[in-house]
């Protein structure tokens, strides 16, 4: 039986679309004046294939379109507000940032396969951003936040899915004043498990997909400990201590960053669309590699967000890896102050660079990355998740940066340009 279309509104395509174009525009203009291992045409390439590959999205071909907007979400410059209903527009850069990783596998997929892949990378990236905002604005336990994240993701990949018992356990979940958007969670968790299951190799990578959302559900339940009223970083602590990493020097905020972030997830998406198998020990690598860009992911955003999260009455896995003493020892943030100095910033930026040198001396170890899709990926992660600083604090974008130039060169000279450079194209 022929799969059908699901298609995304050409509202949220248009908004992805200028993300990408207005990100890679900055990315290009990093470039000048330092080596980065990527040259302004290699990288203007890889903008100008997702850009394009997103169009491909846009519902016109007479499937089922969803869309993600909120319903009465004023029609001004929504690239302007970073903070919208269910931070709509963050969650749409996060989303875009996702699609770009697609480069790494698109040879392996038809234009079909493709489609479907970015598309559901976008739908899960919307998913965990939905219920990350619900559990952060609304007094969730730690148990209610569990069983919310487990009953949703697990819904997502479950080749038994089946829709009236997946809305009827998760209308007693939510909070009355948060079902206004119960119908956008059960139509993303229904259109992701559709494709997921129909995947050419969904079926092979569920495992490794549910030992993911069983951290990321772990990590998000945990962040509960993070805020206001139920502040205990030492419990936090304890737990998250015994957390997988590839390493014994990460630090337990660092396997808690792992835990709740994405990018591994979104890898194993695209590997379930490729037309042909990956190997295990290329699994193996990938597993390993993004193990570490995972926790810089979120150092990243979050080290944008200290001073705004501690005003919401969180305290973020940056903050607390800069001020874990400090944190451990208060019982309330109210008028908490860490006064942050620049050394503070600085020190911190360069610990993610070292963590993103290992992820690339693992990721690019015995492949051939003929069009430079690694440097292009770790360049673009600081401009996706800092994007709140451009223009206001860019030099910590340099610094972080400028720390990564040595193991990006020596990424780029590892592999021969088999690809031919493009040329820029002239706008």
């Not at 059908?4 to 000048?32: P, Q």
């Not at 979400?73 to 970073?82: E, I, K």
């Not at 997921?196 to 190799?201: A, G, I, L, R």
């Not at 021969?416 to 450079?421: G, L, Q, S, V």
Request: aromatic letters at 10%; one cysteine or more.
């Amino acid at each position: 039986m022929a799969q059908r279309t699901i298609e995304l509104s050409s509202n949220d395509v248009d908004i992805l679309s200028d993300i990408v174009t207005k990100l890679g525009g900055y990315a290009k203009g990093l470039l000048d004046g330092v080596d980065l291992g990527i040259s302004r045409s290699r990288l203007s390439w890889h903008i100008d294939e997702v850009h394009r590959n997103l169009t491909r999205l846009r519902g016109s071909n007479g499937g089922r379109t969803i869309a993600l907007r909120p319903p009465g979400l004023n029609n001004g410059p929504v690239l302007d507000n970073m903070a919208d209903t269910w931070n709509y527009v963050q969650t749409l850069r996060f989303a875009a940032g996702a699609t770009m990783i697609s480069q790494r596998y698109q040879r392996f997929m038809s234009a079909e396969n493709l489609r479907r892949s970015m598309l559901a990378k976008i739908l899960y990236k919307c998913q965990t951003g939905i219920l990350d905002d619900l559990v952060d604005t609304h007094r969730y336990s730690y148990i209610e936040a569990k069983d919310l994240y487990h009953h949703v993701l697990s819904s997502m990949t479950d080749p038994d899915f089946e829709m009236n018992a997946f809305k009827n356990k998760l209308t007693s979940m939510m909070k009355q004043e948060q079902l206004g958007l119960f119908d956008l969670v059960t139509d993303i968790t229904a259109s992701f498990n559709e494709m997921f299951v129909e995947s050419p190799h969904g079926h092979e990578l569920f495992y490794q997909m549910d030992i993911l959302d069983e951290r990321v559900t772990l990590g998000q339940a945990l962040t509960m400990f993070q805020k206001e009223g139920s502040l205990d970083t030492v419990k936090i602590r304890r737990i998250a201590s015994r957390f997988y990493s590839p390493a014994e020097d990460l630090e337990w905020y660092d396997r808690l960053a792992n835990s709740v972030s994405g990018g591994t997830r979104y890898n194993l998406i695209d590997v379930s669309f490729c037309d042909s198998a990956l190997d295990m020990s290329q699994i193996n690598t990938l597993l390993e590699g993004w193990f570490y860009y995972d926790v810089v992911i979120v150092y990243l955003n979050n080290i944008v967000h200290i001073y705004q999260d501690l005003k919401e009455g969180i305290a973020n896995l940056s903050l607390i890896s800069m001020r874990e003493e400090e944190v451990s020892g208060l019982k309330t943030l109210a008028g908490y102050n860490p006064r942050l100095t620049t050394d503070d910033y600085s020190d911190h930026i360069r610990r993610l660079a070292g963590y993103a040198s290992r992820a690339l001396d693992v990721v690019t170890n015995g492949y051939e990355d003929e069009t430079l899709y690694y440097p292009f990926i770790t360049v673009m992660m600081p401009v996706v998740m800092m994007a709140e600083w451009i223009g206001k604090q860019d030099s910590f974008i340099d610094l972080y940066l400028d720390e990564l130039s040595p193991a990006l060169q020596r990424a780029a000279a590892e592999v021969e340009e088999i690809a031919p450079e493009p040329a820029e194209a002239v706008v």
